[in-house]
């Protein structure tokens, strides 16, 4: 044991052994998951989904969304739109750019937690995704949430 670890040590000393190179690139679920880049469903139809099969999530994420000023609320309504209307390629590489550049996503900047109920929780995409396809396209009244104070 001992020997073993003197060779090591002399190996790493001399530069033979070392840590492979730092990668910081997207993977298949992170940060977006492989289920939202796939998706055929709109931000509305994922929304009403989450709203319907994990309500704590949805509410949290519509109390912090109301806590947010009115233009800050607007820039994640729009960003995810945005998202949403691109095909999965143009998605994957978001993916990639938010992982790999801490300030590629502007909106990230006002609001943490922007996209937080679309990407954060592979459990709540799973259920949403699964089922989203079933609600209807567009309806915007998902985003006016009545929340408690």
């Not at 880049?37 to 994922?46: G, K, L, N, V, W």
């Not at 949805?58 to 969304?65: C, I, S, T």
């Not at 909106?107 to 989203?132: E, I, S």
Request: one cysteine or more; aromatic letters at 12%.
């Amino acid at each position: 044991m001992r020997r073993s670890l003197t060779l090591v040590l002399a190996a790493l000393a001399a530069g033979l052994v070392g840590a492979p190179p730092a990668v910081a690139d997207s993977t298949d679920d992170y940060p977006i998951p492989r289920r939202q880049i796939e998706t055929s469903c709109d931000a509305e139809q994922y929304l009403a989904a989450v709203r319907d099969t994990s309500p704590v999530y949805f509410e949290r994420y519509m109390l912090d969304k109301s806590n947010r000023p009115p233009d800050v609320q607007q820039m994640a309504v729009d960003r995810i739109h945005w998202f949403y209307s691109l095909d999965a390629a143009a998605r994957r590489q978001y993916s990639e750019d938010t992982a790999t550049n801490v300030y590629y996503e502007q909106v990230a900047t006002r609001w943490g937690n922007w996209a937080k109920v679309f990407f954060n929780n592979k459990g709540v995409v799973a259920h949403a995704t699964d089922v989203c396809m079933t609600y209807p396209r567009g309806d915007l009244s998902v985003w006016s949430w009545p929340v408690a104070r």
